[in-house]
């Protein structure tokens, strides 16, 4: 967070601290953008509004793509200011998209293993089916194997007794769910980028309707 005056000194720096009382007005990052009147041209805007830019990350000498939002102060000539580092947010939101990603296909794997014990269950309602419960589970377990980790669905035979076609039914509906919440976290991801895309113009105003 950082906090300057409109004729661009800097008042509050949290972590530039060094900044604090210097005139950075005329500062221009690599591409030439003059941050910090740009930055008084949005704290003129009674919503504010962001503004992208290159600066100097903290931890090293790294040039970094920044989003800020600005915020004016007209009482006492001055504009706030907060910021994050898009490669930042990118990894975090790839942490999250991998995190998710693993949840759902333990989610996967332990409804599918809920399903096959309530199947056992219900085949030794019919022993008479024993053995043909044996040879199917060996099969079934495979499939499980290969379709959690490639998202393939069971295969269903025409043959097969009910029993076993209402667990793969049922495991069938589950891995679709996790492919469309999947499908979901993709969209949701490329309309993140396409709104940092979207920034690169320079400025944004926040206009709230």
Partial sequence: MFVMSNEGVVQMNDVQRILIGKNILNMEDPNGVKVIQEEIKLAKNPDGGFL?????????DEIGD????????????????????IDDVNLQIEKLYDELLENLKRKILYDAILFLIV????????EKNYKRFGIASDNIISELEDSV??????????NEFKE???FKNGFNKILKSKQETRAELEAQRKRFEKIIKGTRTGTWAWNIQ
């Fill in 52 to 60: 992208y830019y290159q600066w100097k990350k903290t931890d090293n």
């Fill in 66 to 85: 920044k989003l800020s939002f600005i915020y004016g102060i007209p009482e006492w000539n001055w504009f706030i200011g907060a910021g994050v580092y």
């Fill in 119 to 126: 199947f056992i269950v219900l085949y030794f309602v019919f």
């Fill in 149 to 158: 980790f490639s998202d393939k669905p069971l295969h269903i035979e025409e």
């Fill in 164 to 166: 076993l076609k209402s």
